[in-house]
């Protein structure tokens, strides 16, 4: 296939049974050996960077707008060069966040390599700075803590994305600060916790002092966030220069100043969290420990969903049945490739209400919170426990962002005829017309060991004319089934 090899960590652990096989988003994100432009039409380019640009496209058939990071391989014929485009899809393929870009699929052709990706409308976080001039606090904490909430998720999941910076941050829609996505993973890592890295990488503006002198680790990020909310309170950096050598020399100082008048009415506890991050790691705050701070506390309280959209997820929630991991794959496809972001965002709103303590994924505490409210303790606690047994698919004992679109999206819609015609292609990879055994085990299985059986299950549960495999019509049957 060429460039692209994962470099993703394999399951070795043996699945005998098709309750414990795990259905992940990631298995949707593959590589399409079709010719890129038969797939997409290009359209302006909305950004460059070191070994290509970023281009508007449109998919021919779904008429759907993503935006495509397009490399040129002249461009980047190192081995390095390659396998930091090996990392980025393994990274972004990875991750499932309200508040990080997603990955569609990637194409390779002999001249350029391709990932086609969530297209926003709104433009950078820079392009809003220039022109509002700076943010009040409330504003200015609401972005922090989507930042913060997309940040201590990385972290947590051993990421560290190094080159922080309003250029990219994206906002979904002109104007709107209360959805944005934290994009361009092509100098990201994985970093083991406890462990260090080298290499100084980054924008001189929000590189933190320790990436230019030595070793480091995610702290880095928390402090590119300490100048993001600088420059988003003041509208001008902390650590200015005529060249980047000259900002590199003040970083490596770290002074700072709160003086002038864009600071006089600035709160103490804005400028205590600042504080908290421009700082040396040792004394810099995580990202869990910045999303309790006072200032975010006092100033991020998300603008609640309606009413009528908590009980719609809460009512979803209680009313999902995964009794079948074929059905379940089909809805994991759906919610990530085909359902818009217009069509997710009161459910993503919901999601981000129940998830109090912003890690990006809803922890059983967190679903009590909600149903105690409406129920008794134990009834609650019963409901809770069967929710997490039926809609965490992949077994890590939280409800993540796709596992709570798939129990709370209005199904029946998203499982239109055409939406299930393309899942049907994703699965029918010869384009036979059946789903065999053995295209079901190459998307679904992850890496992890399985028995032939295991496969066999599954399609026997779904093959009515007993032919081995899944026609379409069988394919409809099950997914439509006790909808």
Same mark, same amino acid.
């Given at each position: 296939?060429?460039?692209?090899?994962?470099?993703?960590?394999?399951?070795?652990?043996?699945?005998?049974?098709?309750?414990?096989?795990?259905?992940?988003?990631?298995?949707?994100?593959?590589?399409?050996?079709?010719?890129?432009?038969?797939?997409?039409?290009?359209?302006?380019?909305?950004?460059?960077?070191?070994?290509?640009?970023?281009?508007?496209?449109?998919?021919?058939?779904?008429?759907?707008?993503?935006?495509?990071?397009?490399?040129?391989?002249?461009?980047?014929?190192?081995?390095?060069?390659?396998?930091?485009?090996?990392?980025?899809?393994?990274?972004?393929? %990875?991750?499932?966040?309200?508040?990080?870009?997603?990955?569609?699929?990637?194409?390779?052709?002999?001249?350029?390599?391709?990932?086609?990706?969530?297209?926003?409308?709104?433009?950078?976080?820079?392009?809003?700075?220039?022109?509002?001039?700076?943010?009040?606090?409330?504003?200015?904490?609401?972005?922090?803590?989507?930042?913060?909430?997309?940040?201590?998720?990385?972290?947590?999941?051993?990421?560290?994305?190094?080159?922080?910076?309003?250029?990219?941050?994206?906002?979904?829609?002109?104007?709107?600060?209360?959805?944005?996505?934290?994009?361009?993973?092509?100098?990201?890592?994985?970093?083991?916790?406890?462990?260090?890295?080298?290499?100084?990488?980054?924008?001189?503006?929000?590189?933190?002092?320790?990436?230019?002198?030595?070793?480091?680790?995610?702290?880095?990020?928390?402090?590119?966030?300490?100048?993001?909310?600088?420059?988003?309170? %003041?509208?001008?950096?902390?650590?200015?220069?005529?060249?980047?050598?000259?900002?590199?020399?003040?970083?490596?100082?770290?002074?700072?100043?709160?003086?002038?008048?864009?600071?006089?009415?600035?709160?103490?506890?804005?400028?205590?969290?600042?504080?908290?991050?421009?700082?040396?790691?040792?004394?810099?705050?995580?990202?869990?420990?910045?999303?309790?701070?006072?200032?975010?506390?006092?100033?991020?309280?998300?603008?609640?969903?309606?009413?009528?959209?908590?009980?719609?997820?809460?009512?979803?929630?209680?009313?999902?049945?995964?009794?079948?991991?074929?059905?379940?794959?089909?809805?994991?496809?759906?919610?990530?490739?085909?359902?818009?972001?217009?069509?997710?965002?009161?459910?993503?709103?919901?999601?981000?209400?129940?998830?109090?303590?912003?890690?990006?994924?809803?922890?059983?505490?967190?679903?009590?919170?909600?149903?105690?409210?409406?129920?008794?303790?134990?009834?609650?606690?019963?409901?809770?426990?069967?929710?997490?047994?039926?809609?965490?698919?992949?077994?890590?004992?939280?409800?993540?962002?796709?596992?709570?679109?798939?129990?709370?999206?209005?199904?029946?819609?998203?499982?239109?005829?055409?939406?299930?015609?393309?899942?049907?292609?994703?699965?029918?990879?010869?384009?036979?017309?059946?789903?065999?055994?053995?295209?079901?085990?190459?998307?679904?299985?992850?890496?992890?060991?399985?028995?032939?059986?295991?496969?066999?299950?599954?399609?026997?549960?779904?093959?009515?004319?007993?032919?081995?495999?899944?026609?379409?019509?069988?394919?409809?049957?099950?997914?439509?089934?006790?909808?």
């Amino acid at each position: 296939m060429g460039c692209y090899q994962s470099k993703s960590k394999s399951d070795n652990s043996k699945i005998v049974t098709v309750k414990d096989l795990k259905v992940q988003k990631s298995a949707f994100v593959q590589h399409n050996p079709n010719p890129f432009q038969e797939i997409y039409s290009i359209g302006r380019s909305i950004g460059t960077g070191a070994f290509g640009e970023v281009r508007r496209v449109v998919h021919r058939h779904a008429n759907a707008t993503r935006a495509a990071k397009i490399f040129r391989k002249d461009l980047a014929k190192t081995e390095e060069a390659k396998q930091k485009l090996n990392l980025e899809i393994d990274i972004l393929k %990875s991750l499932d966040h309200p508040n990080i870009i997603r990955i569609y699929e990637f194409f390779e052709d002999p001249k350029r390599f391709y990932i086609v990706m969530e297209h926003c409308n709104g433009g950078e976080l820079f392009e809003e700075i220039l022109k509002r001039q700076s943010f009040g606090e409330v504003h200015a904490a609401q972005i922090v803590q989507q930042i913060l909430s997309a940040v201590a998720y990385l972290h947590d999941r051993g990421i560290v994305h190094r080159d922080l910076k309003p250029e990219n941050i994206l906002l979904e829609e002109r104007g709107d600060i209360l959805n944005i996505k934290l994009i361009d993973f092509g100098t990201a890592v994985f970093l083991e916790k406890n462990k260090t890295i080298r290499g100084a990488l980054g924008t001189a503006y929000y590189i933190a002092p320790e990436v230019l002198t030595g070793y480091y680790n995610e702290k880095c990020d928390m402090w590119s966030i300490g100048v993001i909310i600088y420059i988003l309170l %003041s509208g001008v950096p902390p650590f200015d220069g005529k060249t980047d050598d000259d900002i590199i020399e003040k970083v490596k100082k770290g002074n700072y100043s709160f003086a002038g008048a864009a600071w006089r009415n600035i709160s103490r506890e804005a400028k205590d969290l600042i504080s908290s991050l421009l700082c040396p790691p040792a004394n810099r705050l995580t990202a869990p420990a910045a999303l309790l701070h006072p200032w975010i506390a006092a100033n991020a309280s998300r603008s609640l969903p309606s009413v009528q959209v908590m009980q719609s997820a809460l009512s979803n929630l209680k009313g999902f049945h995964n009794n079948n991991k074929l059905r379940d794959a089909v809805q994991t496809f759906i919610a990530t490739q085909c359902i818009s972001q217009q069509d997710t965002k009161d459910m993503r709103e919901a999601f981000r209400a129940m998830d109090t303590n912003g890690d990006g994924k809803l922890s059983k505490e967190e679903l009590l919170a909600q149903y105690v409210r409406t129920m008794g303790p134990e009834m609650a606690e019963v409901e809770v426990n069967r929710i997490m047994a039926e809609a965490d698919s992949d077994n890590n004992g939280f409800i993540d962002y796709t596992e709570f679109l798939k129990a709370t999206l209005d199904l029946k819609t998203a499982m239109s005829a055409e939406n299930l015609k393309v899942a049907f292609d994703v699965f029918d990879k010869d384009g036979s017309g059946k789903i065999s055994t053995l295209e079901l085990k190459r998307i679904l299985e992850g890496g992890a060991q399985t028995e032939k059986s295991l496969w066999n299950m599954i399609v026997n549960e779904v093959d009515l004319n007993g032919d081995g495999e899944i026609d379409f019509s069988e394919f409809q049957n099950i997914i439509l089934s006790k909808l």
